[in-house]
């Protein structure tokens, strides 16, 4: 059973625009959510991440919205440039179990492509 | 600074051979982990090591073997290969594993094929 789910495997976004990559999860018991970028042949890197006590998290053009009664996690790339042109994995963790390194589940990522 | 190193980058393999994943960090960071993504799959964890001395297993550690040689090396062992284990292996460490402040650091994987 799929706990972290990306429903869109790719997504193709113009240079300049906003990029919105949805996530949605399944467990309540998740309180810290993260989104790490992969780029091909490279490790993933940490982008940003939202603890269930807010709502928004920003940094710079990264911005995490967080609904948890919806259970629903979203980033936002303003604007995208094509650079960001990577997938990106959304990750969620419950509890004490780890800013949850031991307990992060990942969902499958999604394929941004800014197109020019 | 080089992060987290892994070695090889690429591996075949045939069905029943046995290899060593090597994996080091210079970060001094405390917890190590191994993860496998297959295609169209999440990254999922195999064992992972809270600290020097331990590892415990992780979603899917059947077929695998680890070892926590040193604070900064965790190897992983396939001791008989099978074509199930092809994937990309990445290795991934942090300074606190219970602090949402130290996400993963990951290294750049070992692509791995079993024939």
């Known amino acids: 059973d799929q706990q972290v789910k990306q429903n869109s495997p790719s997504l193709s976004v113009q240079e300049g625009r906003i990029s919105i990559l949805n996530c949605d999860y399944t467990?309540?018991?998740?309180?810290?959510f993260l989104w790490y970028k992969k780029y091909p042949a490279e490790g993933p890197t940490f982008l940003i991440s939202?603890?269930?006590?807010?709502d928004k998290n920003e940094d710079g053009r990264f911005t995490v919205f967080l609904n948890k009664s919806a259970k629903h996690l979203s980033l936002h790339i303003v604007p995208s440039q094509p650079g960001d042109s990577a997938v990106y994995f959304c990750?969620?963790?419950?509890?004490?179990?780890?800013?949850?390194?031991?307990?992060?589940?990942f969902g499958k990522g999604t394929h941004l492509i800014i197109q020019p | 600074n080089a992060g987290v190193t892994q070695t090889p980058k690429f591996q075949v393999l045939k069905t029943g051979q046995s290899m060593t994943l090597q994996c080091a960090q210079d970060?001094?960071?405390?917890?190590m982990y191994w993860y496998r993504q297959d295609p169209g799959m999440g990254l999922r964890l195999i064992y992972y090591?809270?600290?020097?001395?331990?590892?415990d297993k992780g979603e899917v550690p059947n077929g695998y073997n680890v070892s926590r040689l040193n604070k900064r090396e965790f190897s992983l062992r396939l001791e008989s290969a099978a074509p199930s284990q092809t994937s990309v292996y990445f290795c991934?460490?942090?300074?606190?594993?219970?602090?949402?402040?130290?996400?993963?650091?990951f290294g750049n994987g070992t692509r791995l094929t079993v024939t």
């Open positions: 990750a969620a963790s419950a509890g004490y179990s780890g800013g949850g390194a031991d307990g992060l589940t």
């Open positions: 090591s809270a600290s020097e001395g331990t590892t």
């Open positions: 467990n309540s018991m998740f309180d810290y």
């Open positions: 939202i603890s269930s006590i807010k």
């Open positions: 991934a460490s942090t300074a606190n594993r219970f602090s949402y402040n130290s996400p993963l650091h």
């Open positions: 970060m001094n960071h405390n917890s």
